[in-house]
């Protein structure tokens, strides 16, 4: 029987404006580990990747070089270089390992090191019987919508009922034939790629994610990881 490949691929060329961090949030060290690293550890360690490709921005390949250092496994193929947007990255990777035969591919942010084995695993296996599988969280908060009153923030009415409501997270899996032809024919510029299987009204499915599967963001999320860095 032929073998079914299966990567990931983890989008890594942010500049991580919103972390206020001098460095990129995904090449932040804690203890002994770079949030890359360990983010490309979690899908190297999983049997059911095959490989794992990372897209950096070209001014940061000093900082790759870093994080890669210690990862010696042939599963970690050679970086490619992103673009100006997310979806223009997702499609420069896409591109570089459109002649391996990559039959189901998870696309992962570059700074959230803390996607579980069990997560990775339940979107692999998803695609068995989905067009598109990703993890995701309900919000336990009441939600309400913000305004400027007199250069004051206040609010104005609720918000949406939050039991309809979800928070989205990566990975998020595909068939590779329908996410790689669907980025080769959009030049449009998307927050995350099941915009588009929602778009074109794909079988989707949803599993449990997970609160330690946060994408470092904030200044705040780079000590609640450091924290968590120190302590695996």
């Known amino acids: 029987m032929e ?72 599963k970690l193929l050679p970086k490619c270089f992103g673009g100006k947007t997310r979806s223009q990255s997702v499609k420069n990777g896409l591109k570089a390992i ?44 009441t939600l309400y919508v913000k305004i400027n009153e007199n250069n004051q923030s206040t609010i104005d009415v609720l918000g949406l009922n939050r039991d309809s409501l979800i928070r989205a997270q990566t990975p998020q899996a595909f068939h590779f034939d329908y996410i790689y032809r669907t980025h080769m024919n959009c030049n449009q510029h998307h927050t995350d790629d099941v915009n588009f299987a929602l778009i074109d009204k794909k079988k989707i499915d949803i599993v449990s994610g997970s609160e330690y599967n946060f994408k470092i963001t904030t200044p705040e999320d780079i000590k609640i990881a450091e924290k968590l860095f120190l302590n695996v």
């Open 98 to 141: 459109s002649e391996i035969g990559c039959k189901k591919i998870l696309i992962q942010d570059g700074a959230r090191p803390f996607t579980s084995n069990e997560i990775i695993k339940n979107c692999i296996k998803g695609l068995d019987n989905f067009d598109v599988v990703f993890p995701a969280i309900k919000i336990p908060d």
């Open 3 to 74: 073998k079914k490949i299966t990567g990931a691929l983890i989008v890594a060329a942010g500049k991580g404006i919103r972390s206020k961090s001098i460095v990129p949030k995904q090449y932040l060290h804690f203890g002994h580990k770079y949030v890359l690293e360990k983010n490309i550890e979690n899908f190297i360690d999983e049997p059911l990747i095959d490989f794992v490709i990372v897209v950096i921005n070209e001014d940061h390949l000093e900082f790759y070089e870093k994080a890669i250092a210690k990862i010696n496994n042939s």
